[in-house]
């Protein structure tokens, strides 16, 4: 999926509308999948993502907060105009979490704040250089709207690479199954 974002050959419209798909087939096949696996209609689905993944993680968390109550977002960057050479249409604004969540309100707002949760985790070491500043400045929009999130910086020599993910992962994913039951 992440190459449908960085294609660079392809005109940022294109891109963001070959990203549309994804959503869709996410809300329409795997998640009535997970329900069906799980023999739960209601059950609480947590979503992860690293780098470009941890953007679909919060905007999976964020659009869809009664079906994503947690969110594990590791090494994000939300502002997806990054990607798109700056261009902007309401596809590419409704995807980029620093952009819409300031216009979140009502009880769409209330929604989000009684369901959903987000981790946001990010190394301060080698290639997290503008993912750092995103993800701060995303914490701080959450917590101007009350939105449950938790901002977890680690050392300066965490970097950007699996290794680190997998034991950010451990940590966060951990708590959270044990918090759950």
């Known amino acids: 999926m992440s190459a449908v974002w960085t294609r660079k050959e392809n005109p940022p419209q294109q891109r ?18 997970i329900r069906d696996d799980c023999q739960s209609d209601d059950i609480p689905i947590a979503v992860t993502g690293t780098s470009l993944g941890a953007l679909y993680a919060s905007n999976f968390a964020l ?14 960057r939300y502002d ?24 979140i309100e009502g009880d769409y707002l209330q929604l989000i704040r009684e369901h959903t949760h987000l981790a ?5 070491g080698k290639w997290e250089d503008g993912n750092i500043q995103d993800t701060q400045h995303f914490a701080s929009l959450l917590r101007e709207k009350g939105i449950s999130h938790q901002l977890d910086l680690w050392g300066h020599d ?13 940590h966060h994913l951990g708590g959270y199954l044990h918090a759950a039951g």
């Open 120 to 124: 946001l985790v990010c190394g301060q």
């Open 158 to 170: 965490v970097s950007h690479q699996w290794p680190w993910w997998a034991r950010q992962a451990r």
């Open 63 to 76: 659009k869809f907060p009664t079906v994503f109550r947690y969110a594990l977002c590791m090494s994000g």
């Open 80 to 103: 997806a105009t990054w990607l798109t050479d700056g261009f902007v249409n309401d596809d590419v604004y409704f995807n980029s979490p620093i952009s819409y969540v300031p216009g």
């Open 16 to 33: 963001i509308r070959q990203h549309l798909p994804y959503e869709r087939f996410v809300m329409d096949e795997l998640v009535p999948f």
